[in-house]
C-alpha cells in the first residue's frame, strides 16, 4: 500500500542480553507479517509482544537461559504513533521543545 511507516525499538536486558538480543531479532518480524498491521497496528503490537514473549520462553527453557528484558516500541503509520512497551522502558516524545507525556512509566507500587 502507499501508508508510510517507520518501527523504532529499545529493549534493556536483565539478568544478561538474551532475551533483549531475541526481542531485537524477532519483534518487528512478528510485529511485520501479524494479520492486523494493516487495520489494527495496535492490536499487531499488543500480539507481537505476546508471541515475542512465548517464543522466547520456550527457547530459555530449550536451552536454560535465565535472562529477561523490559521493551518499548514505536510504530508510526501514517501521521499515528502508535507505541507498546513492557516493563520500565519509555517513550519520550519532544513537541515543539516541550515533552510530551505519552505513558505513566511501570513502578512497583502502581497496579
Same mark, same amino acid.
Given at each position: 500500500?502507499?501508508?508510510?511507516?517507520?518501527?523504532?525499538?529499545?529493549?534493556?536486558?536483565?539478568?544478561?542480553?538474551?532475551?533483549?538480543?531475541?526481542?531485537?531479532?524477532?519483534?518487528?518480524?512478528?510485529?511485520?507479517?501479524?494479520?492486523? +498491521?494493516?487495520?489494527?497496528?495496535?492490536?499487531?503490537?499488543?500480539?507481537?509482544?505476546?508471541?515475542?514473549?512465548?517464543?522466547?520462553?520456550?527457547?530459555?527453557?530449550?536451552?536454560?537461559?535465565?535472562?529477561?528484558?523490559?521493551?518499548?516500541?514505536?510504530? +508510526?503509520?501514517?501521521?499515528?504513533?502508535? +507505541?507498546?512497551?513492557?516493563?520500565?522502558?519509555?517513550?519520550?516524545?519532544?513537541?515543539?521543545?516541550?515533552?510530551?507525556?505519552?505513558?505513566?512509566?511501570?513502578?512497583?507500587?502502581?497496579?
Amino acid at each position: 500500500d502507499d501508508v508510510d511507516r517507520a518501527y523504532f525499538a529499545v529493549f534493556d536486558g536483565h539478568g544478561g542480553v538474551d532475551a533483549a538480543n531475541y526481542s531485537a531479532t524477532h519483534l518487528h518480524v512478528n510485529v511485520g507479517l501479524h494479520e492486523e +498491521i494493516v487495520k489494527n497496528p495496535a492490536e499487531a503490537l499488543k500480539c507481537s509482544f505476546q508471541k515475542t514473549d512465548e517464543m522466547f520462553l520456550f527457547k530459555a527453557k530449550r536451552e536454560k537461559l535465565r535472562s529477561g528484558t523490559t521493551g518499548v516500541s514505536a510504530l +508510526i503509520v501514517g501521521n499515528k504513533l502508535h +507505541i507498546a512497551w513492557l516493563g520500565d522502558s519509555q517513550v519520550m516524545m519532544v513537541q515543539q521543545g516541550k515533552a510530551v507525556t505519552l505513558m505513566e512509566p511501570h513502578k512497583p507500587e502502581r497496579e
